[in-house]
């Protein structure tokens, strides 16, 4: 009797242990006061923030983003130096085809794809849109290869709107500090659309990228540079020596 009632009783101890260790970790949140001065100091670093991509038209910086996905912006800026020669509209680069357009990309990940995508999205711009890139997102997001991340870039950086694309950086950035945490990339965009003050909107984006670019880096974060340690909720940021202050 009692071994039977321990052998059902052993299971029960298991599933509890397990949903114990799935339970989320709570990430802390910013307070409010704090993220206004944490943009300051963003912005006083770097008043007017640029994309790093190379690009000379709306077009140009759609075809660009949509090839930068899983891609170093240093490494699309390579392939499209001659590609943008040669097409640099949606008729140049229907007509420079797939095959030659695959293999001006070829050394930028998952390039066959986005050689397909980037003349398809040409050829939608040119039968629906008149050959121009559409301002909505809605029309942005209808085109081959381009998502929801492709468009906010777009709308921002060609349409000066104030929207932020959360990529690998801006996760991070937002999570690490408490800025804006979230589980995925959309929570992260919501949360830091109710929680950017609107005259940093603009430009959020940008100075969220790069700081996690060169500063807040995934494996070694260059916590004694930067610009926004005080207000940083990150448990493991470095502690600051006193030569850093
Ligand atoms: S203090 Fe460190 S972890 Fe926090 S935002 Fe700055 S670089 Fe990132």
Redesign the pocket.
């Known amino acids: 009797m009692t071994t039977r009632k321990a052998a059902k009783k052993a299971p029960k101890a298991k599933t509890k242990a397990k949903a114990k260790a799935k339970k989320p970790v709570r990430m802390k949140r910013m307070p409010k006061e704090w993220v206004e001065p944490f943009f300051a100091a963003l912005s006083a670093a770097d008043p007017e923030p640029k994309t790093e991509l190379n690009y000379t038209n709306p077009y140009t910086l759609v075809v660009a983003v949509a090839l930068s996905a899983q891609a170093t912006d240093k490494g699309v800026n390579l392939a499209t130096e001659k590609l943008f020669k040669l097409a640099d509209t949606p008729e140049k680069m229907v007509a420079l085809g797939e095959d030659r357009v695959r293999d001006m990309i070829k050394t930028i990940g998952l390039f066959r794809n986005k050689a397909k995508n980037a003349v398809a999205l040409s050829q939608k711009l040119i039968d629906e849109f008149g050959s121009e890139v559409p301002q909505s997102r809605e029309a942005l997001e209808s085109l081959p290869g381009v998502g929801r991340k492709t468009a906010n870039v777009v709308l921002n950086v060609a349409f000066g709107e104030p929207t932020i694309a959360v990529d690998t950086h801006i996760f991070r950035?937002s999570n690490?500090?408490g800025l804006a945490p979230g589980k995925d990339p959309l929570a992260v965009e919501l949360a830091l659309e109710k929680v950017v003050p609107e005259k940093y909107k603009l430009h959020a984006h940008h100075w969220l990228i790069l700081?996690g670019r060169y500063?807040?880096k995934a494996r070694k974060?260059?916590?004694a540079k930067?610009d926004?340690?005080k207000y940083?909720l990150?448990p493991?940021?470095?502690p600051l020596t006193p030569e850093d202050i």
């Open positions: 950035v690490r500090t700081h500063v807040c974060p260059d916590c930067c926004v340690y940083c990150w493991e940021k470095a």
